[in-house]
């Protein structure tokens, strides 16, 4: 079983001649511990062409110390990484390959370099003898084991000073004893990690760049830009999301299926709305593997709100109006259909389809299939693109606010926040050419939007809620209580539908369609 743990470090540079500073000094540090010299040998893996290093990602297998093993770790922010573990083996443990899957594709991992350590290591301490952090001396050699490079030299030998703080401790500490080191002369590592530094200085660096990346020199966009800049910047950066959240999703972290799955979304609805930027010979395809992903994404995701949607509502309820094992038989209801739409979402991303679908979105930003209108301005041909959008969610909203409340309403209502989402991206997808006046656009159209979600979440909630009734009246419990909260969810469907008039008339304004285009 894979472990995580996060990871808060910086690294400073040394020499063998280094002597450091009394840190007593640094507040909060009331004693310093030698904890003796560890050996450390750890071999580092990644892809031929150092798929893994180009996102950062750091992938060894280790022996010596108190951890060894393979360690995976995720960049999380600066000085910040997520360390996921697993016991010493042969070769790499499946719990580790999956998380590396969306990177990796259908290539190997391989030895890439060897780094030898010996880590002489001091705890920080407070007055209560609890560890703070840990301070190390590196005496660090790599060896380049990937064939290539040129002249470069094949290993490098370098000193550094590293201070990992510990579990749950401030990291205002890390500030405390930098300022010391500083004085003491001792500065910050200009590399990000051990990997970084021997990649670069054994003539592996990867390429910053990622494969389809905007050309050196290239600008953000602008409405002075073309339009096929401005919506392939918005394409990578959505299929980006896609191989970075991939890992996310596995180690189910909070958030991390909803953001992929907006993901797959947001790139459906930029194929369409810029048709006329990008071919959609080419884009439909891709557009109906993104469908199908986002469909396995959404069985888990529209559990998770609907689970949080009846506990919530449940939780609210009177004591008196709680009748039987309510919150129980929710419990298991809801966990049993959570356990099958995560084990099939696993399944999908495991799929040879799903590398399928993240090749194909690597061909089409390495050979873009542009149109026409794709060398034309950002700022003629965006705007168009939006209130087309916007055209086509006005003509689905009129026709639902004039149905009457019932299955065929609910019906015309999923249908306009559909087109709600996709107006919303769209502007979205213009907002860094076309600037504020796309982010208004956005901002009202979302509202009508989360309007639009909120009113379907009570149509899934009633057909939860009557199912459960049912399974309670099957096994002689009470149904009064799901009876209640169905009456619940109806009145707020029916609050919704009277706020709709009044958020869609601002959402509407002509104004709003007019700014995009001056």
């Known amino acids: 079983m894979a472990e995580t743990k996060r990871e808060i470090e910086r690294k400073y540079e040394a020499t063998a001649e280094t002597r450091l500073p009394d840190l007593t000094r640094a507040a909060g540090v009331a004693s310093v511990t030698g904890e003796g010299v560890v050996e450390l040998d750890a ?37 910040v990484r997520d360390e996921i573990g697993a016991p010493l083996s042969k070769t790499l443990p499946r719990s580790l390959a999956g998380l590396l899957r969306s990177r990796v594709r259908h290539d190997e991992v391989v030895p890439v370099v060897r ?13 209560a003898g609890t560890v703070l952090a840990e301070l190390s001396v590196d005496t660090v050699r ?8 040129g002249a470069a030299a094949r290993t490098a030998a370098w000193t550094e000073i590293e201070v990992e703080l510990a579990d749950d401790a401030d990291p205002a500490l890390l500030d405390a004893v930098e300022k010391r080191l500083r004085k003491a002369g001792i500065h910050p590592s200009g590399a990000p990690s051990k990997l970084a ?3 670069d200085e054994t003539g592996l660096a990867p390429r910053t760049a990622k494969k389809g990346a905007a050309k050196k020199g290239a600008t953000a966009p602008s409405a002075d830009g073309t339009a096929g800049d401005a919506v392939l910047a918005y394409v990578r950066e959505q299929v980006d999301a896609l191989v970075r959240l991939d890992p996310a999703v596995r180690r ?5 299926v909803h953001k992929m799955r907006v993901a797959c979304r947001r790139l459906r609805s930029a194929f369409k709305t810029y048709r006329k930027v990008l071919d959609r010979e080419v884009t439909d395809p891709i557009g109906a593997e993104l469908k199908w ?42 966990g049993a259909r959570s356990r099958l739409a995560r084990h099939r979402l696993l399944d999908a991303l495991d799929s040879a389809r799903h590398l399928a679908l993240l090749d194909a979105l690597d061909g089409l930003l390495a050979d873009p299939p542009l149109r026409p209108a794709s060398r034309k301005k950002a700022g003629k041909v965006l705007p168009k693109a939006v209130v087309r959008d916007h055209r086509r969610l006005a003509g689905r909203i009129a026709p639902a606010l004039a149905l009457d409340p019932g299955p065929e309403r609910d019906v015309a209502l999923h249908e306009a926040r559909k087109a709600a989402k996709r107006a919303r991206y769209a502007a979205e997808a213009a907002a860094p050419a076309l600037g504020k006046p796309a982010k208004r656009f956005a901002k009202r159209v ?15 909630a009633r057909l939860a809620l009557r199912d459960l009734a049912t399974q309670a009246e099957a096994v002689g419990e009470p149904s009064f209580t799901w009876g209640v909260l169905h009456a619940r969810q109806e009145e707020a469907a029916a609050e919704g539908e009277r706020e709709l008039p009044g958020v869609w008339k601002r959402a509407a304004a002509p104004e709003i369609r007019a700014a995009l285009s001056r």
């Open 115 to 127: 780094l030898r350590s010996s880590r002489d290591v001091r705890h920080l301490r407070d007055e």
């Open 197 to 199: 530094r021997a990649l």
């Open 293 to 334: 992903l986002a469909g396995e994404l959404g069985l888990a995701r529209d559990q998770e709100v609907l689970d949080a949607r009846l506990a919530a509502a449940l939780a609210a309820l009177p004591a008196e109006q709680r009748r039987g094992p309510a919150r129980g038989r929710l419990r298991t209801w809801g």
């Open 43 to 79: 071999v580092y893996y990644d892809t031929p062409g150092l798929r893994l290093a180009a996102d950062s990602l750091t992938l060894r297998r280790r022996t010596g110390g108190a951890d060894a093993g393979w360690h995976l770790k995720f960049p999380v922010a600066v000085g």
């Open 446 to 460: 979302k509202a009508v939007q989360s309007l639009l979600g909120d009113h379907q979440d009570t149509v899934v």
């Open 252 to 256: 189910d972290l909070p958030d991390a």
């Open 142 to 149: 790599a060896d380049r084991l990937l064939p290539g490079a």
